[in-house]
């Protein structure tokens, strides 16, 4: 059995939910506990807990806590207003599919149990745990696929990723990380190189905060630093993970996603997507349906409590960015990896 990573983004114990504040990374490490579904929701908003399938568990720990809320012994009635809690947490960040696909598979749960409020409120816990263990194992699988796929080199690999999606996006282990730790694991890694990641700096405070904690030599570079390193040789492969992947394998990722594959397809490195089955949405024939969320412009214009621009000026600031399927190698999913125009072959088995 692959080593697990022993950090938790979402715990859940005695009932309890539990988050890392991923906000706080990594100057402070501080779990705050979540016992209501708005306040969940709003941790979603803010970025408290964040990564696809991290903010998916989360959505589902939330629909459990809304559950719970419900003050009705009508089945109808609790129906009615579970359905409203899962409008609000669906509200909360628009690109990563998990979050929908959990929320719409916790709602399943509940129509298809037949038994009392309680009971469905037990069930709905059950099954929020049932997500979260399975996206674990599905992390460690990715990872081990990983192995798989990544080049042959006549020395260890320098991966390079972007954005953090490691053990704090997901159950744990991570996607892209995971594929990482798995190939430190087996010797097979000399380093990580981490983009920082602007204008929320994930690569800096949370990728690199999870190589410390596993000892994984890691370089943190600035997202303009990635071709350079390119061009000197300095990276074997790219692995980045993912929040929503079209039929047709056009990946949503995290802003700067698609420059980075530029520059890699430039310089001939293969360049993967790791990421889980639950993230790939088979409704959408390709990436230019996939809804990009706009963050607050003050996460570009401002570092800390610092102004960087003068007032009067516009701004934009998109969360995301689609990568085109042409510029992947392969997506690595806990199935096994395949390029990009093969994905269909998932879809098929899921409604096998
Ligand atoms: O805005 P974030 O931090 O939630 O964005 C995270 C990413 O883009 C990750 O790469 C993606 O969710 C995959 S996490 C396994």
Known sequence: MSPTSQVYAVIC???????????????????????????????????????????????????????????????????????????????????????FWAIARMIRTAYETIGSIPEIQEILLKEAQAIQLEDLQTCQAIGDRGLEILPA???????????????????????????????????????????????????????????????????????????????QGMIDAVVVGADRIAANGDTANKIGTYSVAIVAKAHNIPFFVAAPLSTIDFDLATGSEIPIEERDPAEIYQIGNTLISPAGIDYYNPAFDVTPAELITAIITERGAVPPHQLQQFQIKQMA
């Open 13 to 99: 114990h005695e009932n309890r939910v539990l988050l890392i504040d991923q906000t706080r990374l990594p100057s402070e490490y501080t779990v705050v506990e979540i016992s209501r579904s708005q306040d969940m929701a709003e941790a979603i908003k803010t970025m408290i807990v964040r990564g696809a399938p991290a903010i998916g568990i989360a959505a589902a720990y939330g629909m459990y806590l809304g559950a719970r809320e419900i003050q009705t012994e009508n089945r109808e009635e609790f129906l009615k207003q579970l359905e409203a809690v899962a409008k609000m947490l669906r509200q909360t960040r628009p690109t990563a599919v998990n979050l």
């Open 153 to 231: 080199t006549p020395h260890k690999l320098r991966l390079l990723t972007h954005c953090n999606a490691g053990a704090l996006a997901t159950a744990g282990y991570g996607t892209a990380l995971g594929v990482v730790r798995s190939a430190w694991r087996d010797g097979r890694l000399e380093r990580l190189y981490a983009d920082e990641t602007r204008p929320r700096l994930q690569g800096a405070k949370l990728t690199t905060w999870e190589c410390v904690q596993e000892g994984i030599p890691v370089t943190l570079i600035t997202d303009s630093m990635a071709a350079h390193c390119m061009k």
